[in-house]
T-cell receptor
Framework: AQSVTQPDIHITVSEGASLELRCNYS??????LFWYVQSPGQGLQLLLK??????LVQGIKGFEAEFKRSQSSFNLRKPSVHWSDAAEYFC??????????FGAGTTVTVRA | NAGVTQTPKFQVLKTGQSMTLQCAQD?????MSWYRQDPGMGLRLIHY???????DQGEVPNGYNVSRSTTEDFPLRLLSAAPSQTSVYFC?????????????FGEGSRLTVL
């Protein structure tokens, strides 16, 4: 069965500092990997996705993620965080079926 | 540009009552799905559909029914609500046959079962 683990429940980061959110997945074949962001009271929005090819993926809002097959990881990074990046972030994994599995999420707080 | 519209946004039910959460999309997406979001558990797939007349179960289908009579609509029915169904429900659609494109989410429906 596929699954996603986001080890960090909550991260606090200073504005302007770098951010890295961890994601580990379990999937029996080549995975499709996603990062979504949820602002308070809103639905989820896609930040970026990885299907194949270059293992470093660029997304919206200055985010990037790196797929590391050997570590079963797909960590999300941003070099310089803005106050508007405060939100909950979800990693998700799926494959050649119609079922996408989400992690439990990481809440990011940005302090001035 | 409505996107994915969910109604109602908030609902309070008593145990044993039934209700339907409505979901409509105006993007002509074939794939639609329902998730529930609970604290510390992320989003869990309830049911999904890859086109009109086709539905299938996700990870947590018990207690929920769905149907897909049109491309636009994908209602979620709770036949006999239980407190364990207190949650925030999200409907999502995708232009791909699956989620491999991008899932477009509604704003959610918060359900409380007393």
């Amino acid at each position: 069965a596929q699954s996603v683990t986001q080890p960090d429940i909550h991260i606090t980061v200073s504005e302007g500092a770098s951010l890295e959110l961890r994601c580990n997945y379990s999937y029996g074949a080549t995975p499709y990997l996603f990062w979504y962001v949820q602002s308070p009271g809103q639905g989820l929005q896609l930040l970026l996705k990885y299907f194949s090819g270059d293992t470093l993926v660029q997304g919206i809002k200055g985010f990037e993620a790196e797929f590391k097959r050997s570590q079963s990881s797909f960590n999300l990074r941003k070099p310089s965080v803005h106050w508007s990046d405060a939100a909950e972030y979800f990693c998700a994994v799926g494959g050649n079926d119609y079922k996408l599995s989400f992690g439990a999420g990481t809440t990011v707080t940005v302090r001035a | 540009n409505a996107g994915v519209t969910q109604t109602p946004k908030f609902q309070v039910l008593k145990t044993g009552q039934s209700m339907t959460l409505q979901c409509a999309q105006d993007m002509n997406h074939e794939y639609m799905s329902w998730y529930r979001q609970d604290p510390g558990m992320g989003l869990r797939l309830i049911h999904y559909s890859v086109g009109a007349g086709i539905t299938d179960q996700g990870e947590v289908p018990n207690g929920y029914n769905v149907s897909r009579s049109t491309t636009e609509d994908f209602p979620l029915r709770l036949l006999s609500a239980a407190p364990s169904q207190t949650s925030v429900y999200f409907c999502a659609s995708s232009p791909s046959l699956g989620y491999t494109g991008e899932l477009f989410f509604g704003e959610g429906s918060r359900l409380t079962v007393l």
